[in-house]
Nanobody, 120 residues
Framework: QLVETGGGLVQPGGSLRLCCAA?????????IAWFRQPPGKERDFVAR????????DYGDSVKGRFTFSRDDAKDTACLQMNNLKPEDTGVYYC???????????????WGRGTQVTVST
């Protein structure tokens, strides 16, 4: 089971921290990732983290603003989002999978999502 927390409403330039509690799933799978789905659009890759080696990768639109990190003891991975922009608005989903990929359809388990709204 994956449970996302930390969404909300923030003004442009603000910050939010999203966390994904993996409840042991991540120790079976290799990659944990965040995707987002803006209103009326397809699901896009945001960031991924390789649980065994800590390797990270980010979508071009969030590089330099978002940081993905893990807490091994809690089986939790958190996405620190800084300098948020209106185009960051969407439902953010946490997912785990067995390969190092940015394709959402290759992930095996998903959380229910958390809403992030960046607006004045």
């Amino acid at each position: 089971q994956l449970v996302e927390t930390g969404g909300g409403l923030v003004q442009p330039g603000g910050s939010l921290r999203l966390c994904c509690a993996a409840s042991g799933l991540i120790r079976v799978f290799y990659t944990i990732a965040w995707f987002r789905q803006p209103p009326g659009k397809e699901r896009d890759f945001v960031a991924r983290l390789g649980w065994t080696n800590g390797r990270t990768d980010y979508g071009d639109s969030v590089k330099g603003r978002f940081t993905f990190s893990r807490d091994d003891a809690k089986d939790t991975a958190c996405l620190q989002m800084n300098n948020l922009k209106p185009e960051d608005t969407g439902v953010y989903y946490c997912a785990v999978g067995r390969t190092w990929t940015t394709s959402w359809y290759e992930y095996d388990f998903w959380g229910r999502g958390t809403q992030v709204t960046v607006s004045t």
